[in-house]
């Protein structure tokens, strides 16, 4: 079946430190791939997506490649900021309207 | 244009006891999605709807039951509650011409099961 992994939070870094938070996939057909954050006490918004191979989506700095060859999505980011501090999920729908997750990564960013 | 709601917040539950969590979307989006948040385990699929009076099971329906009469709202019931039912309940809706694959998620209800 569908999954996706996502490294192990906590990750913690410096103000205007750079960001990597790795995703791969297993799934059948093509899927498409999404990032999700999470802010504390806040339901899911979508950060970004990519629809096909080499796509990059970004969106408030944050980009991510959705790599076919290697099955990932990693999510970017030159410069955080505390309000940068959430949790996030990389996630990927194959059509079936339903979206699988990842067991999410918590970034906190410190002064 | 209020999104993807929920009611109600926050909640606790004896054991054995029933409730409904509501959802309402003002998208006119098609489909609607229950999931639960659980530490470490990211969000299960509970049910889901693709159209109003539809449901289907997803990854973890068991001890759930939903309805769609009106396309903007999906209700989640719990018949008798258990302690691993404990989480944070989630609703999402998607499924518009403009952007199929992505949903929108309400802000959570959080159930505590004694």
């Known amino acids: 079946g569908d999954s996706v992994t996502q490294m192990e939070g906590p990750v913690t870094l410096s103000e205007e430190a750079f960001l990597t938070i790795n995703c791969t996939y297993t799934a059948t057909g093509y899927p498409s791939l999404f990032w999700y954050v999470q802010y504390p006490g806040e339901g899911l918004q979508l950060l970004l997506k990519a629809t096909k191979a080499d796509d990059k989506g970004s969106n408030k700095g944050f980009e991510a490649t959705y790599r076919k060859e290697t099955t990932s999505f990693h999510l970017e980011k030159g410069s955080v900021q505390v309000s940068d501090s959430a949790v996030y999920f990389c996630?990927?729908?194959?059509?079936?309207?339903?979206?699988?997750f990842g067991s999410g990564t918590r970034l906190q960013v410190q002064p | 244009n209020a999104g993807v709601t929920q009611t109600p917040k926050f909640r606790v539950l004896k054991t054995g006891q029933s409730m409904t969590l509501l959802c309402a979307q003002d998208?006119?989006?098609?489909?609607m999605y229950w999931y639960r948040q659980d530490p470490g385990m990211g969000l299960r699929l509970i049910h889901y709807?693709?159209?109003?009076?539809?449901?289907a099971k997803g990854e973890v329906p068991d001890g759930y039951n939903v309805s769609r009469l009106k396309k903007q709202n999906f209700l989640l019931g719990l018949e008798s509650a258990a302690p691993s039912q404990t989480s944070v309940y989630f609703c999402?809706?998607?499924?518009?011409?403009?952007?199929?694959?992505?949903?929108?998620f309400g802000p959570g209800t959080r159930l505590l099961v004694l």
């Open positions: 999402a809706s998607g499924g518009d011409r403009q952007s199929q694959e992505t949903q929108y």
């Open positions: 996630a990927l729908n194959t059509g079936r309207r339903a979206l699988t």
């Open positions: 998208m006119n989006h098609e489909y």
């Open positions: 709807s693709v159209g109003e009076g539809t449901t």
